[in-house]
């Protein structure tokens, strides 16, 4: 009787997981990672992880891939760090083609309200209405970065290869 009721209950879990559109949003351009994953668009779970992208990025969404059916990841493709844009796109477009889960990208400056992103030194990405320059700041905050609740109003692209932009030096 209770094994029959575990069995039942293991089904309509599964059914729920089906029925039910799940996506994950990654921010791999600075440390924290920040992975969102996202049902029927709606912010459910987040994860950040402190490390580099090598590191934390393929544990982090291992666990959620084999939990969940995932339709498509989408993740911010740059302005950011060089190495860790190159590492986050190698990982997910593996994934992309391994498990056959869509990868689309985004710009990351919809993850951080629009502000100055850190290149290299005192060079930091601005946004000028369409057009990302590098400007040369002396004092800036460190930009954080944050999961949106919902990514129903995210600018979504199909295109999901790296946006490197890399300061002239």
């Known amino acids: 009787m209770i094994l029959s009721f575990w069995i039942a209950n293991q089904k309509v879990e599964s059914l729920q997981k089906v029925l039910h559109r799940y996506d994950i949003v990654v921010i791999a ?28 990025l393929l544990p982090a969404l291992k666990n959620l891939i084999e939990i969940y059916e995932i339709n498509s990841i989408i993740y911010a493709r740059g302005p950011g760090s ?45 946004k000028e209405k369409e057009t990302i320059i590098t400007k040369k700041m002396d004092k800036i905050e460190k930009t954080s970065f944050v999961l949106p609740k919902s990514i129903q109003e995210l600018d979504i692209d199909d295109d999901a290869t790296p946006l490197y932009l890399l300061p002239a030096v």
């Open 82 to 126: 060089y190495m860790a844009i190159k590492i986050a796109y190698v990982t997910l477009k593996t994934i992309e083609v391994v498990k056959g889960i869509v990868l689309k990208g985004c710009s990351a400056f919809l993850f951080n309200g629009n502000n100055p992103i850190k290149a290299m030194g005192n060079l930091y990405f601005v």
């Open 29 to 56: 351009v600075s440390s924290p990672i920040l992975i969102g994953l996202y049902r029927d668009g709606m912010l459910l779970e987040d994860v950040s992880q402190e490390g580099m992208c090598s590191d934390v």
